[in-house]
């Protein structure tokens, strides 16, 4: 009995094809990381506009003195961060992963994949 394994649909496959040959998918990776880095300098820049901020302003006596961090900005930007990372990284698999994911079958031996640099040099040695 065959087993047949078809893991992407057919208008799944046309959505990759058209990201992958329109290059809309690498515009879209590009974005993705131009927000994650827009993300990090926010994150790295809060806590220096806070101090600054603080550091200006007068103080009152009665008053509990100020954190330097926004805690809640904090976590909330790392978070956006680690989206915006994990979104590039699926789509990037799922765009340009060169491998085909095969089904496993138990007992049966791996496969051996030789690397093309193995056939180059095996070419050039011959001749």
Known sequence: ?????NAV???MRRLREVLV??????I?????LAQAAGGVIGVILQPLITYFE???RRQSIFAAPPSVF???QLILGIVSIVLHLLAALLLYLWLYRKKKLEPAV???????IEDDDDLDDESEESS
Do not use: C, K
Request: proline fraction near 12%.
């Open 28 to 32: 879209a990776i590009g974005f993705l």
């Open 70 to 72: 926004n805690w809640p």
């Open 106 to 112: 138990a007992g049966a031996a791996p496969i051996e």
């Open 1 to 5: 009995m065959a087993l047949v394994y």
């Open 9 to 11: 649909p057919t208008p």
């Open 54 to 56: 603080n550091r200006s």
């Open 21 to 26: 040959n329109e290059y809309i998918g690498a």
